[in-house]
Nanobody, 127 residues
């Protein structure tokens, strides 16, 4: 069992930045595809960014491309989501997720492909 813990959410003005972190008590993520999802009230959970360590290979939703960056530390025990130029529409609960990686370089784009989830962290962007 992998227990993911997110941190770094909060309230920020439009145009500001936040950095989300996701860890699992020192456990390495090298065998997992890592993703950041978000869910706004009344909306479906959507994939914001994902990373697999081969390459590494990354994915970004069009809505965040050029503004958000997913990365990991060298031991691959923490995954970050750097969010710049935040907009009110980025307001949501953000979730970290881990999916067992079976094929090198293959990313997962849908929630069912991920096996473990964090509890979520609220990001609120005021206009």
């Amino acid at each position: 069992q992998v227990q993911l813990v997110e941190s770094g959410g909060g309230l920020v003005q439009a145009g500001g930045s936040l950095r989300l972190s996701c860890g699992a008590s020192g456990r390495t993520f090298s065998a997992y595809v890592m993703g950041w999802f978000r869910q706004a009230p009344g909306k479906d959970r959507e994939l914001v960014a994902a990373i697999t360590w081969s390459g590494p290979t990354t994915y970004y939703a069009d809505s965040v491309k050029g503004r958000f960056t997913i990365s990991g530390d060298n031991p691959k025990t923490t995954v970050f989501l750097q969010m710049n130029s935040l907009k009110p529409e980025d307001t949501a609960v953000y979730y970290c997720a881990a999916g067992r990686s079976y094929y090198s370089g293959v990313l997962y784009h849908t929630a069912p492909e991920y096996d473990y989830w964090g509890q979520g962290t609220q990001v609120t962007v005021s206009s």
